[in-house]
């Protein structure tokens, strides 16, 4: 029962903050609708038992790449109105996209219906057990059967880091100017300030 | 407790339900208490440290000061600028609020104390301390206002930067406990240090981590060195500049929750949750509540926030910056593989290499 009630609350909300995603007018709220969307995803996965999925949804998504897309959003300056101007002219543009979801979606409920992939014979040993918990079963997972993909998103990932490193790079001799820190934290009171005894009706001179 | 309401007569969804709202209650309401008495205390520390005497006027000794500003605060008015964006303006503070509530949902207070004992506790956590910064952005957009904007912003940066190296961190103290769950997290550092200690704050390779944790914590609850968000010569008073009344006092409320989230994360992740110190009955202190250790340990950190705050000039925005992701990022990084490395290395994990 408490199930039943989690999952249909949960759901509804998912489903109906995804329609707000997509009906706010403002493009601030849209992102607030998707995080809450996201959220209750997680909800979901909980209720089926991936807890570990779900935590790592809401941290990724929620926690940083929502973060962003808010930062973006917000910062930039949306014309509601020019946005509208182009709606016919990107209409067919849309309609096709929209054709070619729905036919995926049509095809995959369709595919669903006839039963699992058989993509080959699972092996005995790959079965996860039912004891161990789900972060555990996934570690197990990832490090033996799925070894070489998990290395190779490993390395793409690493490739990309350093990709985002070298266009932000500034050399240390830049026109823009740099910074020493070492001579920042340095620097004392001696260096920095002096005292002086100004005489009445002179100021000081530098 | 779900047994307890069972056996008044309940059939078990309802008793289910009436307890799960009775152990949200039994939790937030005292935590209400906790934190209307620290600001107290942190009041009377820095008054302490600067050579001052702090509140002292409302009730005896000034305890009732935090709930003379409470009621001050409830009886004003709230203020909604005509420009906010309405909606958004009004849900800022409840979601930090209700987000620093959250998360205490899985903290152990004691063998067995727990509201809900998951698998990936630590996990949920980070989740939730993630989520904190978005009360803050939505307080600073919603506003309006140039001072809560730049507020937001830098919020969400310095949490994100924070935010890395505090999982890094984890990760440490995940690798030697072997699990997610906190009550196993706390029952791994059992006669930690030679069996005699309690607690992995005793071990070499993860003292200077924890040193990094206490450090980003403040940086994540945006404390002094790192409040740049409400920085008052530059930003007024940051996020919260438009807000008044209750809604003020929400911030308020979650900023010390935060606090002392970090404290009992800190008590659970290094100094042995509710385990007395030594595990060794010289005196005879398992007689003690585990309860009660958990609250001085946190109280004892508690104490080291507002010692910061009292002596620490205030970082530059660019210093944080660096400090987050050219120090403490490669520095936890270092660690993981330092502390993994040494595990395999004596077989901590059965394998030895």
Redesign the interface.
């Known amino acids: ?2 199930q039943t009630f989690a999952f249909y609350l949960f759901a509804v909300l998912v489903i109906a903050s995804a329609v707000m995603v997509i009906t706010a007018r ?1 493009p ?2 849209s992102v ?1 609708w998707l ?1 809450l969307a996201f959220f209750n995803a997680a909800g979901l996965m909980v209720l089926v038992g991936a ?2 999925i779900a ?2 949804l ?2 990724v998504y ?3 790449v929502a ?2 897309f ?2 973006v959003v ?2 930039l300056d949306i014309d509601v109105a020019a946005m509208r101007a182009g709606f016919m002219k990107n209409f067919p543009l849309g309609i096709a996209i929209a054709l070619i979801l729905l036919a995926e979606l049509v095809l995959g409920i369709g595919a669903y219906r006839t039963g699992a992939i058989e993509l080959g014979t699972p092996l005995a040993s790959d079965a996860p057990a039912m004891v161990e ?3 555990a079963a996934i570690g197990a997972m990832l490090y033996s059967k799925y070894i070489v993909l998990f290395e190779a998103a490993g390395i793409i990932l690493l490739v990309a880091m350093i990709g985002a490193i070298v266009l932000t790079h500034r050399p240390s001799k830049s026109k823009r100017g740099q ?1 020493d ?1 070492g001579k920042q934290v340095r620097r004392n009171p001696d260096e920095a300030t002096v005292m002086k005894q100004p005489t009445v009706g002179e100021g000081v001179e530098l | 407790m779900t047994e307890f309401f069972q056996s008044l007569g309940m059939n078990y969804e309802w008793a289910w339900f009436v307890a799960t709202i009775a152990g949200i209650l039994l939790i937030a309401l005292p935590l209400m208490l906790a934190v209307a008495m620290i600001i107290y205390v942190d009041r009377k520390v820095w008054a302490a440290i600067n050579l001052r005497r702090g509140p002292n006027v409302v009730g005896p000794f000034g305890l009732l000061q935090s709930f003379a500003d409470g009621l001050k605060v409830f009886l004003q008015e709230t203020i909604i600028p005509s420009a906010a964006n309405k909606g958004i303006f009004i849900l800022a503070p409840i979601v930090t609020f209700t987000v620093a509530l959250m998360a205490w949902a899985v903290i152990p207070f004691d063998a067995g104390v727990v509201l809900a004992d998951i698998n990936v506790g630590l996990l949920y956590i980070f989740a939730i301390s993630s989520l904190s910064v978005y009360g803050i952005i939505m307080a600073g957009w919603a506003s309006n206002s140039k001072y809560p904007f730049f507020s937001a912003m830098r919020a969400s940066a310095q949490m994100i930067s924070y935010e890395v190296s505090i999982g890094f961190i984890m990760v440490g103290v995940i690798l030697y406990a072997g699990s997610f769950n906190l009550t196993d997290i706390v029952m791994a550092q059992k006669g930690h240090g030679l069996g005699i200690v309690n607690g992995y704050v005793f071990n070499i390779l993860l003292f200077p981590i924890f040193v990094m944790f206490f450090i980003s914590a403040l940086a994540e609850t945006q404390r002094v060195p790192f409040d740049l968000t409400e920085a008052e010569s530059e930003l007024v008073a940051g996020y919260q500049t438009e807000y008044s009344s209750m809604s003020f006092a929400l911030f308020w409320l979650g900023e010390y929750a935060n606090i002392l989230l970090m404290c009992a994360l800190m008590t659970i992740l290094f100094f042995g949750g509710w385990l007395p110190p030594l595990d060794i009955d010289l005196i005879p202190w398992f007689d003690i509540p585990g309860v009660i250790w958990f609250f001085g340990k946190m109280f004892m950190f508690f104490f080291m926030f507002s010692w910061v705050m009292a002596t620490v000039p205030r970082y530059r925005y660019d210093q944080l910056m660096r400090l987050g992701w050219k120090v403490f990022l490669p520095l936890s990084l270092f660690f993981v593989v330092l502390i993994s490395g040494w595990l395999m290395a004596t077989g901590h994990y059965g394998a030895a290499a």
């Open positions: 029962m408490i403002n601030v709220h607030l995080i807890e570990f935590m790592l809401v941290i929620v926690g940083a973060v962003l808010l930062f917000m910062m918990s789900n972060t910074q820190i």
